[in-house]
């Protein structure tokens, strides 16, 4: 296996510890699409070592599939993998449902596959739940397009610990995509013993909490994307959170490293954590998140970390009489 690669659980996929998302190419979240800056940070992400790319046909209805497909169609298609998903039924007023029917299945296949310039898709994730939809039904849909080699694996996101086992249960579901960082780490509590337990594969999206774990906010920035309706960037939630962030800065110098590397090398230092999805939007911001691959914390500072940011989640230290300190 070359360096910088890890296996996906019991998808066997090998994919690089760091996923270039393109949520951001969302312009109803996150607002101004620079399609072209974008295009070149895939490509630097390529050429510094990231194989493995996640997109769906719900981001910017396509257009992130659109974007991706262009810029990964010159490279050798055996040397990227390529993880998109699919969920919803699109109205042509704008408007949409969850549609994960089988019909319904193959035909945003059939779509995402000419948009991404590619015959086939390594990983194809069910977005979220759909409570009309049998599993069963669903997992043999899934089965059949691994048959036609029009897929090779099959996962699910933003699925719950008792959706999971369902899944699992009549399905080889083998990747699970969860909203996971280290300011909200709920998925530690039932999905991620469960996915250790079962070889589920797992690559968390939001590592950096929507950019707040980046470092680079000072808690007095108002934001003009959805963000502004998120309670943890605003008023003095936002304050606190941003000045207990900026305190990782001595640890993350003690490692050479910035607090956004560090917060990188930290969330993947987690054994149930294959993978985390980076949604940066320059080369510049690829080339700092690179150089956190490969790079290990240690336990003491790891936990220094947790209790940093989440007072709550952190490690309770007690005295000699058995105090909470």
């Known amino acids: 296996m070359r360096p910088n690669r890890i296996i996906l659980g019991k998808s066997g996929l090998e994919v690089s510890p760091l996923c270039l998302g393109t949520w951001q190419l969302s312009p109803r979240f996150w607002g101004e ?22 997109t769906a046909d719900a981001y910017g209805d396509g257009l992130a599939e659109s974007v991706l497909g262009e810029t990964l169609q010159p490279l050798p ?140 906010y000072k808690g007095t920035e108002v934001f003009t994307d959805f963000r502004r309706f998120h309670p943890d960037f605003q008023g003095e939630r936002f304050r606190q959170l941003a000045e207990a962030v900026a305190s990782l800065a001595p640890l993350a110098s003690r490692y050479g490293m910035t607090i956004y590397q560090l917060v990188l090398a930290a969330t993947l230092t987690h054994p149930a954590i294959h993978c985390g999805i980076i949604g940066v939007k320059n080369e510049d911001q690829v080339r700092e998140a690179v150089a956190a691959m490969g790079r290990t ?18 490690v309770k230290i007690k005295d000699a009489e058995g105090k909470v300190k």
Request: proline share 6%; charged share 25%; net charge positive.
């Open 33 to 54: 699409v620079r399609v072209e800056q974008m295009a070149r940070a895939i490509r630097t992400a390529f050429d510094l070592g990231i194989n493995f790319f996640d």
């Open 77 to 216: 298609r055996d040397k990227v993998v390529i993880a998109t998903k699919v969920f919803n039924h699109f109205n042509p007023d704008g408007t949409r449902y969850p549609d994960l029917s089988p019909p319904h299945i193959r035909e945003r296949l059939t779509a995402s596959l000419k948009r991404l310039k590619t015959d086939y898709i390594d990983l194809y994730l069910l977005h979220f739940y759909d409570q009309l939809t049998p599993l069963p039904i669903i997992a043999e849909t899934m089965e059949k397009l691994k048959a036609e080699g029009k897929i090779r694996h099959y996962g699910v996101s933003n699925f719950t610990i008792e959706e999971l086992r369902a899944a699992v249960a009549v399905g080889n579901f083998s990747v699970l995509q969860p909203a996971y960082s280290l300011i909200n780490p709920e998925a530690e509590k039932a999905l991620f013993p469960f996915c250790l337990v079962h070889q589920i594969g797992v690559m968390v999206y939001s590592p950096l909490h929507k950019g707040l774990l980046s470092g680079k």
């Open 297 to 314: 914390i240690d336990r003491a500072d790891y936990f220094k970390i947790r209790q940093l940011l989440s007072p709550g989640e952190g």
